[in-house]
């Protein structure tokens, strides 16, 4: 039996991967093993199968994943478990697990960089290794603003990373080409992903409050025409699955992205979440402003936002401001190539985010992003 093992599967993407192999691969013979941090297999389980429950499996779904498919672990410290005997048997991995907090986390490069290079090393000598597919992110080609990234292009290494993830995961990709040369690499580096196509952020609110937060404040950094490329956590595992398992890939790297005829205006999310709150859109009275402007009325965040550190709101702004302002798309033409369509537009599902977040504050959405 062919053994996948997946880190990352307590949280947001590999949570989505393993749901889509229990959802479509239910019927095939593969072994799941799971990175997870516990101090045992039944604090692990428990861990794994309270994530899974956010992706709407079924008792019986979640039943399929055991004590035996649990794998202790965290990658930050991977010299205590790359030992473990059945990692001799594994065929395929899918690596999630990073620090994907964009706020100053002292983990994020012992984790995303030191911590997954030892692990890729171990895993380059597995003999019956087929395929390891790194999860990267888009952004870490620091493209050029109001651009589309083509796959083919190299990272624009002249412009400057807006916050230190991304700047790890390209890191953990040059150094994994150099000093692996023999692992069967493959780097996915998905667009920003939000929601759930059937679950809208119940799985996670990571990137969904800052249009909530945008909206209820009227303004933001970036103009209301600016477009952002984003997909489904859904549609991300989806690809995932696929470049991993399908035995015609080509290239070492892909883009999981709308791609540049699906990415959404700013004015149609507010479109869109005006009218799954049966409210008016606030196209009209939308304003442009700069960060510096911002951080001249951070004292009225409060009133609009409720309880809420002023700090932290103006860094999110500022961070996610400059993404914003970015306005660039990422091509997508390898992935349509495998046969794999095109993502559902975020349009199409934000009735389900905005649902899913009801009743939550800005201050509690945002958390899962400042970790």
């Given at each position: ?12 993407v590999g949570g989505a991967v393993v749901e889509n192999l229990l959802r479509q691969y239910q019927n ?215 470049l991993c398992l399908n035995e015609d890939i080509k290239h070492d790297f892909y883009h999981i992205s ?114």
């Open positions: 039996m062919q053994s996948i093992l997946i880190t990352g599967a307590s949280g947001f095939n013979p593969f072994n799941l093993l799971l990175l997870v941090r516990a101090e045992n297999s039944a604090a692990g389980l428990l861990r794994i199968r309270n994530n899974l429950e956010k992706f709407g499996l079924t008792p019986s779904q979640l039943a399929t994943i055991k004590e035996e498919n649990i794998l202790i672990g965290d990658l930050g410290e991977p010299e205590d478990f790359v030992q473990d005997p059945r990692i001799e048997l594994v065929s395929y991995v899918i690596n999630c697990a990073a620090i994907a907090s964009f706020g100053n986390n002292p983990a994020l490069w012992r984790v995303n960089v030191d911590g997954s290079l030892a692990f890729a090393q171990r895993m380059a000598k597995v003999k019956s290794l087929k395929r390891f597919v790194h999860v990267g992110t888009a952004m870490a080609s620091m493209p050029d603003k109001d651009s589309v990234f083509y796959e083919n292009m190299p990272d624009n290494t002249h412009n400057e990373d807006l916050v230190q993830y991304t700047a790890s995961k390209r890191e953990l990709e040059n150094r994994v080409r150099e000093l692996c040369p023999q692992l069967p690499f493959v780097v996915a580096r998905p667009s920003i992903i939000v929601g759930h196509t059937q679950y809208g952020c119940a799985p996670s609110s990571s990137i969904f409050w800052v249009f909530l937060m945008a909206v209820k404040l009227k303004k933001f950094t970036c103009q209301i025409q600016d477009k952002v490329d984003i997909i489904p956590v859904d549609y991300c595992a989806m690809a995932l699955v696929n709308s791609g540049e005829e699906l990415c959404t205006p700013f004015y149609a999310i507010d479109e869109y979440i005006a009218k799954a709150n049966n409210a008016p859109a606030i196209i009209k009275e939308y304003e442009t402003i700069s960060y510096q402007e911002f951080t001249g009325i951070r004292k009225q965040f409060k009133d609009v936002l409720g309880p809420c550190n002023d700090k932290i709101i103006l860094r999110a702004i500022k961070l996610y401001g400059g993404f914003a302002q970015l306005n660039v798309k990422f091509d997508n033409k390898r992935l349509l190539d495998l046969g794999i369509p095109r993502p559902m537009p975020f349009t199409q599902y934000i009735d389900k985010c905005v649902s899913s977040t009801r009743g939550y504050s800005i201050p509690e959405l945002m958390m899962v992003d400042f970790k």
